[in-house]
């Protein structure tokens, strides 16, 4: 009979500019390595509000057009309560950045198999940073065998 291993490690990356996407799955690889659990599940959270973490193909383009939409769908400055001294104590001016990162989630499950991350040919673990620059604090857990 195995015994089920838990395993949590944290990592710190800095953004460098207001919006970026990072590919994070290196990062993330490195920590199931490390962990040595063959089967089992892989929890990624950001512990910010202005930070998502999704499953998509990180291609220069496709970031590109990520931002693109992002910025459709939620304009910076388009009077959010968030931004506004009367309904709120956020001198960032980042109501923009809380939006877009709850449209995207804040965390994501990743199977693990053969001791590697369950994910597709071109499926890589990013983060999107919404209100850069900044330091980052990504949690992953880890529960397996």
């Given at each position: ?39 089992g599940i892989l929890l990624v959270n950001s512990l910010h509000t202005t930070v998502a973490l999704f499953v998509n193909e990180f291609q220069a383009a496709l970031v590109e057009d990520l931002k693109a ?77």
């Amino acid at each position: 009979m195995q015994t089920l291993k838990v395993v949590r490690k944290t990592f710190t990356l800095l953004s460098e500019k207001r919006t970026e996407l990072h590919d994070i799955t290196k990062q993330i690889r490195d920590v199931v390595l490390s962990a040595d659990v063959k089967e089992g599940i892989l929890l990624v959270n950001s512990l910010h509000t202005t930070v998502a973490l999704f499953v998509n193909e990180f291609q220069a383009a496709l970031v590109e057009d990520l931002k693109a939409l992002l910025d459709r769908l939620v304009k910076e400055r388009n009077g959010y309560r968030h931004d506004d001294p009367r309904y709120s104590d956020c001198e960032r001016g980042n109501a923009h950045a809380h939006l877009r990162a709850a449209l995207l989630g804040r965390s994501v499950a990743v199977g693990i198999s053969g001791g590697d991350l369950s994910l597709g040919r071109f499926q890589s673990i990013i983060l999107a940073e919404m209100d850069g620059p900044r330091q980052r604090t990504i949690d992953v857990q880890i529960m397996g065998v």
